[in-house]
């Protein structure tokens, strides 16, 4: 097939928005219609003699050159879809129709630009996928971890941060950092992420837009060539954070279409993390003592449970300790409620750290306070970690320049020795609780 041969066509072929590409066994392009312009953003003479695959997007070169094997074996492959990099750096869905010509060695193709379609199929699938995680999250790490995956989804996010911020306190945090790539410039997320939150608008940070930002982002930019894109995410009850994606500018640059796509979304993203923190803020309340931090009744009764029938499964035993700090109502008397409350902070903070990661510290209401101690060993290991406790607590309280010391009465219950369930096994540590503090107190009871 001849040059000239092109050339009595492209009158023709030039008014089609599609382009016709040309290229031969080497997978160089040897014609260009005037549509690949319009495509991929070179000239039809810019790309004549270059390699096909330069411009295919990272991602997709693999399986293009896999496709380009089979199409030049004798397949014809009329629906192929693959990303090209524009030469301004935007990411364009192409679907090819291509076949080989064994007569003239060359394979000629039809390239039909699909990126608005694609990009309506991506919202359309990222919508479903955030509305589906923000259902099934157990917690907010797991929200973020899908929020990440569905971005993914709409643009490359090798990059990805979500900061959360807090208008009482004023404070910002970053309670997800993802980033794939960790020898690429990073932009620092805090000044990016206060600029974007601070002035509620969405930050679009490339060569091409370096100029229109401010002053301090461009210093931090410098000359590199990598794309930041933020977007406030605001509820109704204002903003709450800022999303942010970075990307290599060997994969594109984010563009305003980007911008676009993700402040469609992010109005979603935010009433679902806005809800996943309502949730964890409600299951705070429910099983947790709102003054120190420690589990409730209610869910010491769910740890309990679980621990019986591992004990039951495995014949092992478990200790229960019942706790109550002799005088503590001279404490509040003397030094008043405030005070009271932090020695029952204090409190709790030194039994946790008397006891292992896998046991129980709960508070059961006023200044008793019960821990359950898994796989406790032989009686006498959970004997001294009750000893260990009330060591502990011996020692003197500060409260705000007060100091403070009270003596805890400890009753101790074994499983299975004293109690088959929990019931029997709280009544029995109650019950040395009580008998430790009739025989002066400041002791383990079993």
């Known amino acids: 097939m001849e040059t000239n041969t092109y050339a009595s066509l492209s009158n023709y072929m030039d008014l089609l928005l599609d382009a016709i590409c040309v290229v031969d066994r080497d997978g160089r392009f040897v014609f260009v219609s005037a549509g ?47 990303r090209y990099i524009r030469k301004d750096g935007q990411i364009v869905h192409i679907m090819w129709s291509a076949r080989w010509s064994e007569a003239d060695q060359v394979r000629v193709a039809v390239a039909r630009d699909i990126s608005k379609r694609k990009r309506a199929e991506a919202v359309q699938h990222a919508q479903y996928a955030i509305s589906e995680t923000a259902h099934n ?18 643009m490359r996010a090798p990059g990805f941060c979500i900061a959360l911020y807090d208008e009482r ?3 910002l945090s970053f309670p997800y950092s993802a980033d794939q790539q960790p020898s690429r410039q990073k932009l ?16 679009l940070l490339t060569p091409a837009t370096r100029s229109t930002v401010p002053a301090e982002l461009q210093e931090l930019f410098g000359n590199h060539s990598h794309s930041s894109l933020g977007v406030p995410l605001k509820s109704r009850n204002g903003i709450i954070g800022a999303l942010v994606v970075q990307n290599d500018a060997d994969n594109g640059h984010y563009t305003e279409q980007d911008l676009e796509l993700l402040q469609f979304v992010s109005t979603q993203i935010a009433a679902a993390i806005e809800r996943k923190q309502l949730l964890e803020r409600l299951q705070q309340m429910a099983l947790f003592d709102q003054l120190t931090g420690l589990p409730n009744r209610e869910l010491f009764h769910d740890r309990i449970q679980l621990a019986l029938a591992r004990a039951r499964r495995e014949q092992s035993q478990l200790a229960l300790l019942y706790l109550d700090l002799d005088k503590f109502k001279v404490v509040n008397d003397s030094y008043g409620h405030a005070a009271g409350d932090l020695l029952l902070e204090k409190v709790a903070r030194r039994i946790e750290h008397c006891v292992r990661a896998s046991d129980t510290v709960a508070r ?31 020692q003197p309280f500060d409260l705000e320049g007060q100091s403070v010391t009270v003596l805890p009465s400890i009753g101790m219950a074994i ?23 009739k025989a002066g107190g400041n002791r383990v009871q079993l």
């Open 137 to 154: 999250a157990s917690d907010l790490h797991t929200l973020f971890e899908g929020i990440h995956r569905s971005i993914a989804e709409l």
């Open 415 to 437: 499983y299975p020795r004293h109690g088959e369930d929990e019931k029997q096994l709280l009544r029995h540590a109650d019950a040395a609780m009580y008998s430790a503090k």
């Open 364 to 394: 059961f209401g006023g200044d008793e306070f019960v821990v359950l101690l898994e796989n406790s060993g032989s009686e006498q290991d959970a004997t001294r970690t009750a000893e260990k406790i009330r060591h502990a607590l011996n």
């Open 169 to 171: 306190s004023g404070e």
């Open 188 to 203: 620092a997320p805090s000044i990016f992420c206060a600029e974007i939150i601070g002035t509620g608008q969405a930050l």
């Open 36 to 82: 690949g312009e319009r495509i991929f953003g070179y000239t039809p003479d810019e790309m004549l003699g270059r390699p096909m695959i330069e411009l295919v997007h990272p991602d997709d070169r693999a399986k293009t050159l896999a496709k380009a094997n089979k199409i030049m074996s004798g397949l014809q492959e009329p629906h192929f879809e693959n």
